[in-house]
């Protein structure tokens, strides 16, 4: 640690109230020999910052890359000055800390504080800040539910024969590693391989059962997952 970094919440929101500082501070701690590019089939470090945008071009792929990209903060439009604050208020609470408290602390709503507290959750489990699996994988998907005619009306779900008001859940395991689930709105073929391209590094190779789902999983190009497909 440096003496500028944060030692109590009033600092750390000081500090990482500047988006480029941020950038900057997350860079370092990311790539402290030197940003490399973060997509596997590439990793060069044949690499120039674009100021003007605050990303970087990769000179090997010729692809652009943010910050963000591989990490638990992609897809999600929420600023690194907003991110920073959150990991720093529950990696630093003996108890943790609510959605409700962390939204009334960085001024969001507590359904954006829920979401980022499950994203640094995971990451704080996995010590891996999401990084994907890899290796061998085993994907799996099952419906979950009390009977459907004590629900109500309002809450009647069709997701497919025999699961008519279940919840969808996927579960990928990697062997001989971690664990991960999720709740899926339903089993169709785009939703599951979608997933599957999230959670596991390309070409890792993927164990299913012979659900017609998953399907030409390995055909996307770089993305490709090398599919077995277990019948049992």
């Not at 990793?43 to 943010?66: D, L, P, Y």
């Not at 439009?77 to 529950?90: E, K, R, T, V």
Request: aromatic share 8%.
């Amino acid at each position: 640690m440096t003496d500028r970094e944060p030692k109590t919440l009033t600092e750390a929101i000081r500090y990482f109230s500047d988006e480029a500082i941020c950038r900057d501070y997350v860079a370092r701690l990311r790539w402290p020999n030197g940003v490399t590019c973060p997509r596997k089939e590439c990793g060069s470090r044949r690499v120039h910052f674009i100021a003007t945008r605050g990303i970087w071009r990769c000179n090997g792929c010729g692809k652009q890359f943010s910050i963000k990209v591989g990490t638990i903060f992609e897809d999600s439009p929420i600023g690194l000055s907003l991110w920073l604050p959150a990991i720093w208020m529950m990696t630093s609470g003996k108890k943790g800390i609510s959605s409700y408290q962390l939204g009334r602390a960085l001024g969001v709503t507590q359904k954006t504080a829920w979401f980022m507290e499950h994203r640094i959750r995971l990451a704080m489990k996995t010590k891996s800040f999401n990084a994907p699996l890899g290796g061998e994988v085993e994907v799996d998907e099952t419906f979950v539910g009390g009977k459907e005619k004590f629900k109500h009306e309002s809450r009647k779900q069709h997701l497919g024969r025999g699961a008519i008001g279940k919840a969808a859940v996927m579960g990928l395991l990697e062997r001989h590693g971690e664990i991960r689930a999720e709740v899926i709105p339903n089993i169709r073929r785009r939703v599951l391989q979608d997933k599957v391209r999230e959670h596991v590094k390309p070409g890792a190779a993927v164990f299913t059962d012979a659900l017609a789902s998953y399907a030409g999983l390995g055909a996307r190009g770089a993305n490709r997952a090398a599919l077995r497909s277990l019948t049992t």
